[in-house]
Nanobody, 119 residues
C-alpha cells in the first residue's frame, strides 16, 4: 500500500509564501513523475506543476512560473512545492499525485491540503 500525504497548507496574505510537501510512504514503488494539482470551488481541477523523478526535470504551468518551484528529495521520498508571491486566485485544495510510467494514469493521489490566500 502506498500513501501520499500532503502538508504545509494554510492561510496566507497575498504576496506571502507557503511550502507544500508530499510525502510518500508504504511500500516502495517506482515512479516516473509526481505532479501537483489544485482544485478551487466552482472550478475544475487543474494541473500546477510536475517533476520527473529520476531526472528532476520540472514542468510548471505558465500561471505559476517564476512564483512556484517544484522539487523533490529522493532520500526523504518527498516532493515539495515552494509557492511565493501568492495571489488570491491560487487559493485551492492542492493535491499531489504519482505516475508510474510515461503516459499512464495516476496511480496514487494524496488527500489534499488547503491553501487560502487573503487579499
Amino acid at each position: 500500500q502506498v500513501q501520499l500525504v500532503e502538508s504545509g497548507g494554510g492561510l496566507v496574505q497575498a504576496g506571502g509564501s507557503l511550502r507544500l510537501s508530499c510525502a510518500a510512504s508504504g511500500r516502495t514503488f517506482r515512479r516516473y513523475a509526481m505532479d501537483w494539482f489544485r482544485h478551487a470551488p466552482g472550478k475544475e481541477r487543474e494541473f500546477v506543476a510536475g517533476i520527473v523523478w529520476s531526472s528532476g526535470e520540472t514542468y510548471p504551468v505558465n500561471a505559476v512560473k517564476g512564483r512556484f518551484t517544484i522539487s523533490r528529495d529522493n532520500a526523504k521520498n518527498t516532493m515539495y512545492l515552494q509557492m511565493n508571491n501568492l495571489k488570491p486566485e491560487d487559493a485551492a485544495v492542492y493535491y499531489c499525485a504519482a505516475k508510474i510510467a510515461p503516459g499512464s494514469e495516476y496511480a496514487y493521489w494524496g488527500q489534499g491540503t488547503q491553501v487560502t490566500v487573503s487579499s
